[in-house]
């Protein structure tokens, strides 16, 4: 069993959400994509801060012989909370929350509950490590669907720039993920999507094909830098915030004939509300 389970785990792999996350974009609900990209991200440098701040062991900290080599590589930091658990209930509960459609939650639920005992059954985290990323999951995900996340007038710059000026001042030392949490956050709450989603399948498959190939050669080319020039917090930082830009507003440009733009409020009030 431990080959199905590690299968559905890899289901929370950053490659996963990076795809999902895109491919709802583009063609189902762009301004909804950002706000769920917006929630995802504040989950992400929830989750690491409580990680690193809680410092709290897996079941195989001090006895690797309880988990697989391979169950090992899938665990990254302390345990509490699990942010495949987490990771997953925020995007995959995101998702359902904003369409709030019955066969939206009939795929969410189940995939989210599957994440979730893998993590129990390759023995990574204890159970209540699950439990709490199940709850902070749900909490962005409600987040993701009430669109709360405005970007009025100078905020639109500002607040991307106090994320970046944050990254630049990280500590040596400090684990990755907070200078990649930082990057998506100021990626997401820069972008404004505002294309229309193709309707017809040839449309649809171009764009999630074609934008796939754009979003991930700039995903593995930035990874490919030098670690000397990419392990910076303010580097990692920005090679985030440059792959949600791409994916967000890059990729309509370049295939701007499949997803023409709509234009955008200016205004505050009237962009929040298009955004819900």
Known sequence: METFWLAVTNLGRDEVFIVVLALYTWLVNPRGGRDLGVAFALSYLV?????????????????????????????GGPGLPSGHTQMAATLWGGVAAQLNRRGAWLVALPLIALIAVSRLALNVHYPSDVVVGLLLGAVFALLAARG??????????????????????????????????????????????????????????????????????????????????????LVRALRYAALVWVAAEGVPLVLRRWLPSVGRSEGGAGELAASR
Do not use: C, M
Request: without cysteine.
């Open 47 to 75: 989750n690491t801060a409580l990680k690193y701040g809680l410092d709290l062991p897996r079941p195989f900290t001090n006895d690797p012989g309880a988990a697989s080599e391979a169950a090992r590589a899938t665990a």
């Open 148 to 233: 709360v996340f405005a970007q009025w007038g100078v905020w639109r710059w500002a607040i991307p720039a106090i994320f970046l000026t944050i990254a630049a001042f990280l500590p040596a030392g400090t684990g990755r993920e907070y200078g990649v949490a930082l990057g998506l956050l100021a990626g997401f709450w820069f972008v404004r999507p505002d294309f229309t989603p193709p309707r017809d399948l040839a449309g649809r498959l171009t764009v999630g094909v074609l934008g796939l190939l754009l979003v991930f050669a700039v995903f593995f080319g930035l990874g490919a830098l030098p670690d000397a020039v990419k392990d910076g917090g």
